[in-house]
């Protein structure tokens, strides 16, 4: 009777764990979008081409398809910082498939992805990233948001921004 009781506890302890093994996967279909993003700030300025940059990797971070657009317009001073620089932003991401998407339809998981810290979003692009937060996150289809950013205008904030968020991205074959 014991051996019994043992072994049904040992399976029990090993069921979690072999459940966090598996992927949950979600049948999904790209859909093409389109964004005019227009970058308001008081403490930190982009030139266009940075401001590109920046962007782009983070909609590359949170699972945008690879072929995205992202142009700048409306700039003035060729490499130096604007005032209010804006992009143009074309971009497919991963929803979930509908009922008649089942011949498009492909297999994504959720990932958690971090956008702040060494080589993402710092301290400097805490309004970058309440915007990024506001009007793009949105074309993502995403759950779990964790976001601290305490930005003051003409002021760096100190630490690190904490925005990571769980994102539908293909999944591995």
């Not at 401001?51 to 971070?61: A, F, I, P, Q, S």
């Not at 620089?85 to 009922?99: D, E, N, Y």
């Not at 993402?120 to 950013?149: H, V």
Request: proline share 6%.
């Amino acid at each position: 009777m014991f051996r019994f009781g043992a072994l049904l506890l040992a399976c029990a302890l090993l069921e979690p764990a072999r459940g966090a093994a598996r992927e949950e996967v979600v049948p999904v279909v790209w859909k093409t979008q389109e964004l005019r993003f227009d970058y308001v700030g008081f403490t930190s300025k982009y030139s266009c081409d940075g401001l590109r940059d920046k962007v782009e990797g983070v909609l590359l971070r949170l699972g945008a398809r690879r072929d995205l657009e992202v142009r700048p317009f409306g700039c003035s001073r060729m490499g130096a910082p604007e005032s209010l620089p804006s992009l143009q932003i074309k971009i497919s991401t991963l929803i979930p498939a509908g009922q008649g998407d089942a011949k498009d339809a492909l297999e994504a998981r959720w990932e958690t992805v971090s956008l702040g810290g060494v080589g993402k979003l710092t301290s400097g692009d805490c309004e970058l990233a309440d915007q990024i937060r506001t009007k793009i996150l949105p074309l993502f289809t995403s759950r779990n948001l964790k976001s601290q950013t305490d930005c003051v205008p003409h002021q760096l904030p100190a630490g690190n921004i904490l925005l990571n968020v769980d994102v539908l991205v293909p999944a591995k074959n």
